[in-house]
């Protein structure tokens, strides 16, 4: 069974700081995709960041970065240069790939930012 | 803009009643997702389709039903509501059936 673990319930931070949510897994499967996704209040999930099991460099998406480190199990979220607009909750969520098992996201409870002006 | 679409976005009804969620994928996306989000059970995986397969199923009730048509849009179909049944529903697509998947808007359901 997976597990995804995100520590921090609620953060804060200053705006045009940097950020680090962290986000720990659990599985036995060699091949597995980590996944963060932000909700803002209004909502919506919206795709940030991915990163496979197997991939050597750490993702990058603009101010996004992750921080893979998988002997650890950790896939922490980097947000560079902090803006308003990125207060919302942001969830780590990680994909079993397996063919018999399709394509389901596990999720972790999500840390709520905030950023101050 | 994700490109899933999701209606309705609220949706009010009382306890024993029987709801649809209609689902449309992103162009070109087989696979189409349902998600619940609720308080007390974060964000759980309910059900997979591919290409009007069910492909994966999670901690979907028996009340619970959904399916993929041939245009590929989906509906989820939730009967003899309860309190608990109250959550926010996502719909998520991805191009085939381990790519990325993208969220639509979610449907807010709430049962009286």
């Known amino acids: 069974a997976q597990k995804i673990t995100q520590t921090q319930p609620g953060m804060f931070v200053q705006e045009k700081e940097a950020v680090t949510l962290d986000c720990t897994y659990d599985t036995s499967d060699q091949s597995y995709g980590l996944f963060w996704y932000k909700q803002p209040s209004s909502g919506e999930m919206i795709f940030l960041i991915y990163q496979g099991s197997y991939d050597e460099q750490n993702a990058t998406e603009g101010r996004y970065s992750l921080n893979f480190q998988k002997a650890r199990k950790s896939a922490n979220l980097v947000i560079s240069a902090s803006q308003l607009g990125d207060s919302a909750m942001y969830f780590c969520?990680?994909?079993?790939?397996?063919?018999?098992?399709?394509?389901?996201?596990?999720f972790g409870g999500g840390t709520r930012l905030m950023v101050k002006p | 803009d994700s490109g899933v679409t999701q209606t309705p976005k609220h949706l009010i009804t009382a306890t024993g009643q029987r709801v649809t969620l209609r689902c449309s994928p992103r162009?070109?996306?087989?696979?189409v997702y349902w998600y619940q989000q609720s308080l007390d059970q974060g964000l759980q995986f309910l059900i997979q389709y591919y290409n009007g397969e069910e492909r994966a199923k999670g901690n979907i009730l028996e009340r619970f039903s959904a399916q993929q048509f041939p245009d590929l849009h989906s509906e989820l179909n939730l009967s003899s509501l309860e309190l608990g049944d109250s959550a926010l529903y996502f719909c998520a697509s991805s191009v085939g059936w381990g790519d990325t998947q993208y969220f639509g808007p979610g449907t807010r359901l709430t049962v009286l």
């Open positions: 162009s070109g996306d087989l696979s």
């Open positions: 969520a990680m994909r079993e790939v397996d063919n018999n098992a399709g394509n389901m996201l596990t």
